[in-house]
């Protein structure tokens, strides 16, 4: 068998190499060990996946030691593959990676590094901080990083030492000393702040801006008055992360003037972190001039984020006017920021200019201003959004029809109510929302009238509305309704006569359990189960023995809730069903129930051929016995 497998790794077919490979891992055989090597220099990645994962279920020392050579070979492809196969082994061949430590080419010393990463221990440790004194600058740089990625509190002296090496080295320095987090580091970087390259003082900017030490503060402030481009960026991201807030918005007004037209130039940007912080500052500085600048970023800017911060920081500033011309601008972006920061602002003087932005050319524009309109709940606004019913976007009709509800206007009861037989579901369901949002004493006059409606949309929810106010007078309208051609109305009526408290007096409910569509007999056998009355008890028997299994179902839960003999009886009558889903959940009906007469019945079922009928009994005798006995 294994020559065959063997054999089959010459295959032309990339398929059955890779089966080849697959089926020799599964052997987890050393022997095998040299063709699973080869196969990582084969042409197809899935064969080479293969073998990397039958490498990786040998023993690992093996596995290094023939990894291990591969790192000094010319082909690129293969020295990686074995360098990513050796970070993924584990511990166990960590002697033999630091032995590569020594060696000559700083290739292999490289890659030793990058590899001992992945295998934090004390002696890796103490070996990653020698190779802070190696003498070629890429090691030195990987060895910081390694020790950053593993947050090494010990390396912090030595890592402090490299933030005067070579611009590189130093670089990595500083990215490690962030990730570590180690204070002691805070007073070496901000004397970095004062004496590196601009590209190391953005770098060290944006590491303090981790730390957030109050020592940062002078230092960050000092490095801005000559700072331009990124470096000011960064200055300025770290310092709001760094300045009490009372510090930031009390700052000397040349000073602050500064630090605001860093922050706007901040907001072209490319990195949305630094845009973020940007807003950010601006939120917390309140500086009116900013608002333009912010308004402008969104039209290049679209993500939600941003969005959200830019309107987090035009409401910290209170300057509504600044956004009245906003609020139409035809950047669909610009305006809705605009609209919403209005909104949460909520000044009165602000309603005329969310008037107009109802009459935008773009939906989502016309849709949050009437939200928001909805939000602030002054009555003026109230023709403006009924005329919005009107509107050739439901989108923008669902909105109107939501702030309608919040005014709880009585004026709008009737326009409201010419929205209960819209085509679109979700907007005669928010019209009925809304209308029993109004405290209207007619509202129920509009259902009743709609019960009558040619429309058989308007009739179920008009239907579903009286139902909600449990309109008890309605019970003989919505009797008749039993008798209605469309079975989402019947099924409505059947739900609001529950609703009235009165199905024990209404006759014809009971004529429903033979109604031709499944959904009118379960919605009338799910309201039988929310009553425990002899009522309720009766039918549910006799829903019993329904057509649809979905019913019956029903029908067995609900029958479980009245815990007594009669009822009982009527599930053990199951136990003898040919079906298994029936007898499984009759079983365990019967075990909630509580009821010891039906354990007898019960034990005939764990010779059941089916094993879920067998352990729904076991378990319905274990709660109604609590043993095995």
């Known amino acids: 068998m294994v020559q065959s497998l063997l054999a089959l790794l010459a295959d032309t077919d990339p398929q059955i190499r890779r089966h080849a490979v697959r089926s020799l891992g599964e052997l987890e055989s050393i022997k095998h060990l040299p063709w699973l090597i080869d196969c990582l220099s084969d ?8 073998a990397e994962q ?7 020392r093996e596995v290094a030691s023939r990894l291990i050579p591969l790192l000094s070979v010319e082909d690129v492809g293969l020295r990686n593959t074995s360098r990513s196969l050796l970070a993924r082994l584990g511990g166990e061949a960590t002697d033999m990676v630091l032995d590569l430590l020594a060696e000559k080419d700083p290739d292999i010393r490289l890659f030793a590094v990058e590899i001992l990463e992945n295998w934090p221990s004390s002696v890796v440790t103490r070996a990653l901080i020698n190779a802070l004194a190696d003498p070629d600058p890429n090691i030195r740089a990987a060895a910081a990083l390694s020790l950053g990625h593993q947050r090494e509190p010990l390396a912090v002296p030595r890592l402090i030492e490299l933030l005067q090496d070579e611009e590189w080295v130093s670089f990595a320095a500083v990215e490690a000393l962030a990730h570590i987090g180690d204070p002691q580091a805070v007073e070496p970087l901000l004397t970095g702040l004062e004496t590196g390259s601009d590209l190391i003082k953005a770098h060290i900017a944006e590491s303090l801006g981790r730390f957030a030490s109050p020592k940062a503060l002078t230092p960050l402030l000092n490095a801005m008055k000559d700072a331009k481009g990124p470096l000011l960026s960064r200055l300025l991201g770290a310092l709001i992360k760094t300045a009490p807030l009372d510090q930031l918005g009390a700052m000397k007004p040349d000073l602050k003037s500064r630090v605001v037209d860093g922050l706007i130039q901040a907001l072209g940007d490319p990195s949305k972190q630094v845009v973020s912080d940007a807003l950010l500052g601006l939120a917390i500085i309140k500086e009116p001039k900013a608002v333009k600048a912010i308004l402008e970023m969104l039209r290049l800017i679209h993500t939600p984020e941003i969005q959200e911060l830019a309107q987090m920081a035009l409401v910290a500033m209170d300057k509504p006017d600044l956004l009245y011309d906003a609020a139409n601008d035809p950047d669909s972006q610009v305006a809705k920021t605009a609209i919403s920061a209005l909104g949460k602002i909520g000044h009165k003087k602000s309603l005329p200019v969310l008037l107009n932005s109802l009459t935008h050319t773009e939906e989502d524009v016309r849709s949050l201003t009437a939200f928001v309109l909805g ?45 209960l037989g819209h085509p679109l579901r979700r907007l005669r369901w928010q019209a009925l929302e809304s209308l029993l949002a109004i405290d209207y004493s007619q509202v129920s006059e509009i259902f009743l009238s709609g019960l009558s409606d040619p429309s058989p949309k308007k009739r179920e929810i008009c239907t579903r509305g009286l139902g909600r106010i449990g309109a008890v007078g309605a019970t003989a309208r919505l009797e008749n309704l039993l008798n209605d051609k469309t079975p989402e109305v019947r099924r409505a009526a059947i739900s609001a006569l529950f609703a009235t408290g009165q199905i024990d007096q209404v006759a014809g409910l009971a004529n429903m359990l033979s109604d031709p569509d499944t959904g009118v007999r379960l919605t009338l056998v799910q309201g039988l189960g929310e009553k425990i009355h002899p009522y309720a008890k009766k039918h549910l028997i006799q829903a019993l023995c329904d057509q649809s299994m979905a019913v019956r179902l029903e029908a067995i839960q609900n029958l479980s809730r009245f815990k007594d003999l009669q009822a009982a009886e009527a599930l053990m009558k199951l136990l003898e069903n040919p079906e298994p889903e029936i007898k499984s959940n009759s079983a365990k009906a019967l075990g909630g129930m509580g009821l010891k007469e039906a354990s007898s019945a019960l034990v005939q079922l764990l010779e059941d051929e089916e094993p879920q009928v067998r352990s729904a009994a076991v378990a319905a005798l274990l709660q109604l016995e609590g043993d095995w006995s």
């Open 54 to 60: 039958a490498l990786l279920g040998l023993p690992m």
């Open 375 to 419: 939000e602030m709940g002054y009555k003026e606004a109230l023709d403006s959004l009924l005329m919005l019913l009107e509107d050739p976007s439901p989108k923008v009709i669902l909105e109107a029809t939501k702030a309608l509800g919040r005014l709880k206007d009585k004026k709008a009861a009737d326009p409201l109510a010419r929205l």
């Open 43 to 50: 042409q197809d990645h899935s064969v080479k996946e293969a």
